[in-house]
């Protein structure tokens, strides 16, 4: 079975696009706003895959969707939206539980980690929350499907730049930034971080403590006077470790879901003593 994130616009070309994978229609879902999922069963099932990646190689936000059994209860599960009280919310474009009245919300296409499930990415999400006042800079590294910093750009801030090593993920990101209307103030690149012009008010690194130690100084210097850097891909027994590496940046706050944490940093505005 195939899903593919459509609108109703798009519905007839989609369907005679899937007529020449030797697909079909057999269900479309109505989520809410514009947004459609129609369902397509393939001839032969062992070409779904590849009739999805054709798909997102003509443009369309189709995956593969199990069509019975544990398998479709673990999608379901899994492609349920994310929510932040009334600020937020995140959900993948082709899932087909209901989202009308969700707060902000933020669609993802396929491609790059982050849906918004991962403990990380809800963390630092909801220190995003308290802490964007509005107008800020943002670097988002390790940037994956581009979520935080669309999560940052929905909250107001005024420009995100993410940035990954992985061509996927940079290509993912500025297709969910367009995707979102937001391709004014989210982009990303896969230029090294010296090339990068900062610094920026927040710095996010949601990447493993092994990334974190070899970007440390890179991280620290691109951290503006008053701003703050935001990490998490560390344990809980990992942050005093981290931490270590990011002088002269000082810890300001830390937070523990789990086998997961998030921990603050801060640059000391330059007078401060």
Known sequence: MLAIAT???ELATLSAVLHQFGAEIVDIAAPGGDRLVALAAVVDEWSTESSAARLRAAGYMAVTRPDRGAGLIAWERNTVPVTFGDRLSVCL???EHDRAGLA???ELGPGGFGSGHHPTTRMIIEDLIERIMGGERVLDVGCGSGVLSLAAARLGAAS???VDRKPEAVEATDRNASL???SDR???TGADMGAIPGPFDLVLANIARAGIVALADELAAQVADGGHL???GITPRQCDQVAEFLGPL???DRKIEGDWAVIVLGRVTAGQP
Request: proline share 0%.
């Open 7 to 9: 609108s109703r616009e």
């Open 93 to 95: 474009a082709w899932s």
């Open 104 to 106: 902000n919300l933020i």
């Open 160 to 162: 995100c730049i993410g």
């Open 180 to 182: 979102n209307g937001m």
């Open 186 to 188: 989210v982009h990303a």
């Open 230 to 232: 935001v990490l998490s």
């Open 250 to 252: 000082v810890e300001t």
